[in-house]
């Protein structure tokens, strides 16, 4: 008796989910987040207790362990995150010895992200777990609905910005907020 109520309890929490995934006025982003937020933050919550580092940090090592030797200024254009936490994350780094800056030979203003060889380990400590968690996500997917879902994610990702980061659409949407909130 006690497994039928456990399975009507779960079915109806599926049912809740599926209301709001597919009731909310944005619901393709609303999906993709909720993918996401289940994908990522439970590992980078084992990546925080377990290796020390923050998600900024993890993210800082990934993008770097593809691309070494950029400007901090090129992962915030190339990744839309904050120049306060890629400085943050910079900060602690290189504090800790996972990467090193060093002066940009081509502009002496600016100052090159590198790995050191505690960076690539801690890279390889944690990014095995990424993409095994990866798989799971995808698991449901047959092959073909594989390369159709990653073919449409390159074609929306490339996209992109077209319609992020436009400081003027932002200040627009701002106030349009603001007049609706306070009227």
Known sequence: MKSDESKNEKDVGLQDRDAILNGTEIPFAYKASYILN???????????????LKRSEAILLLFLSFRDGVAAQEMCDLTGHSKTNVSRA??????????????????????????????????????????????SMLAPLSKAERRQYMSLLTKIAGG????????????????????????
């Open 160 to 183: 992109v910005p077209g319609w992020t980061g436009k400081s003027d659409d932002l200040d627009a949407s701002a106030r349009r907020m603001r007049r609706k909130f306070v009227d």
């Open 90 to 135: 910079v900060n602690a780094l290189n504090k800790n010895g996972m990467i090193t800056r060093d002066v940009d030979p081509g502009d002496n203003r600016r100052q090159l992200l590198y790995l050191t060889d505690l960076g690539r380990r801690a890279y390889s400590a944690f990014i095995p777990e990424l993409m095994a968690r990866e798989a």
């Open 38 to 52: 289940f994908y990522r933050e439970p590992l980078f919550r084992v990546i925080e207790n377990e290796l020390g």
